[in-house]
């Protein structure tokens, strides 16, 4: 049941991405978050579930518009709300509730992040295994999940490959048969939406692989001066760079990711060719759910570090990957 509201509590948070700013259904997801995130905790979700609903949910909330307004943006909406001529009423009732939580935008985000912080740390002290054994089963919870989804995007590879093979023998066969351009057959299946549909797939496979290679520790690093460190320094140095970098990055990419993506669905963005594919904004939305995924695989690797740098030193090859040796993927000498 606690596994179950964490994955309630990433449902709601999807739905907080997704909509447009003004909604007031923002404000029903929000409480779904807390009272289904506290009740995973109180029934002990699984720890990879809790951590992920923990950042996503936290994720969502920091980029919700109503909860972090600006007095710019409400000028904005404001504007967009008088250029209306059907339901500018509604908007208007709607924008009246947000204007005053404008000057609480702040203590809100403040007091959003101190809830997943509190939760999160309860949930270590109160695990049956011990804190450290919890973390580590997180951390794993985590990396099985970006595993799982890179495997499945390898099979992107396929449709890929039979698309460029029956490009180029299409291309071949119109030097035999120009007549070939006129079928119905060439006019759904044209060169331009192939080769874009060959790039869409390539992107879409390499973002949400992105994740896997990093709990696989499988991209490239600067072993020159990585081989000079000492274990414990890597380990430090990953932790602060997962956690004052690749977290935060990914947050800015998936939160913007996710508005251009949408303003491709409600402009109806298609390919600038007129023979290219339309619906521009499934591969738009390819771009914020793959950093999802690096962003659970920067928190499996922090929790990993952290266990190597304060945990047990019976825990430490299990958890040293990141501060191991050159050799990517091993874990480390206890």
């Keep these: 049941m606690g596994t179950l509201l964490s994955i309630i509590t990433l449902m709601a948070s999807a739905v907080i991405v997704v909509l447009d700013p003004t909604p007031m259904l923002v404000f029903y997801a929000l409480g779904v978050i807390i009272v289904s995130h506290i009740g995973a905790w109180l029934l002990k979700s699984g720890p990879g579930w809790f951590m992920a609903a923990s950042l996503l949910g936290w994720s969502s909330i920091m980029f919700s518009t109503p909860l972090a ?55 270590l002290r109160g695990a049956a295994v011990g804190a450290f054994r919890y973390m580590m089963d997180a951390s794993r919870g985590l990396a099985a999940a970006c595993t799982t989804v890179g495997k499945a995007a390898a099979f992107l590879f396929l449709p890929m490959m039979l698309i460029i093979l029956y490009d180029v023998i299409q291309r071949k066969y119109l030097g035999w048969s120009p007549d070939f351009t006129n079928t119905d057959w060439y006019k759904t299946f044209t060169s331009t939406r192939l080769q874009e549909m060959e790039w869409h797939l390539h992107a879409t496979l390499f973002l949400l692989a992105l994740g896997y290679g990093y709990v696989h520790d499988a991209h490239v ?85 952290v266990v190597y740098l304060f945990g047990p030193a019976s825990m430490r090859a299990e958890s040293g990957q990141y501060a191991g040796d050159t050799q990517h993927g091993q874990a480390a000498e206890a």
Excluded: H
């Excluded at 509730?97 to 000057?103: A, G, K, R, S």
């Excluded at 935060?248 to 290219?276: H, M």
């Design 221 to 305: 690093r600067i072993e020159l001066v990585r081989d000079t460190l000492r274990p414990r320094t890597r380990a430090w140095i990953e932790l602060f760079g997962a956690l004052l970098f690749m977290v935060p990055y990914c947050y800015v990419v998936i939160e913007y990711g996710s508005e251009n993506a949408l303003r491709a669905y409600n402009i109806g963005e298609g390919s600038d060719a007129l023979t290219g594919l339309p619906y521009r904004f499934i591969i738009k939305g390819m771009l914020p759910l793959g950093f999802v995924f690096v962003a659970l695989a920067g928190l499996s690797a922090a929790l990993k570090c």
């Design 69 to 123: 307004l600006t007095t710019t943006q409400l000028n904005q909406l404001a504007r967009l709300v008088r250029r209306q001529r059907d339901g500018w009423e509604e908007a208007q009732v709607t924008l009246d509730f947000f204007e005053p939580l404008v000057p609480y935008a702040k203590p809100l985000l403040i007091a959003a992040t101190v809830f997943f912080l509190v939760l999160a740390v309860l949930a």
